[in-house]
């Protein structure tokens, strides 16, 4: 009998932008991506997820978001273009230090 097998989720990175004009809505979302992911400009996060993450994070986006005046976009970023990204100026490049599922 073989030992417990080890499975991996897989995880995306995703560049998420917003353009809210309401300051209270605008702080929630903030506040939303900022619990899973990394603030890389003022309005624009890097977030590592797995694909039942994003789809409840977009969820919690769309409740906090009015749709005829705020605007999300959701960009995914595949590994070999994450890679390739280049910093210039303040902070750095999020690491991808993946994770190990037990």
Request: charged content about 25%; glycine content about 8%.
């Amino acid at each position: 009998m073989s030992g417990p097998s080890l499975s991996s989720v897989p995880v995306h990175t995703w560049i998420v932008a917003y353009d809210i004009p309401d300051a209270r809505r605008r702080r929630r979302v903030a506040k939303t991506l900022g619990g899973c992911g990394e603030r890389v400009q003022f309005s624009v996060f890097e977030c590592r997820l797995s694909d039942n993450e994003l789809a409840a994070v977009r969820r919690r986006v769309l409740d906090l978001t009015e749709t005829k005046t705020d605007r999300v976009r959701w960009y995914p970023l595949c590994g070999p273009c994450h890679r390739k990204v280049i910093q210039q100026g303040e902070g750095g490049i999020p690491a991808d230090d993946g994770f190990w599922l037990v």
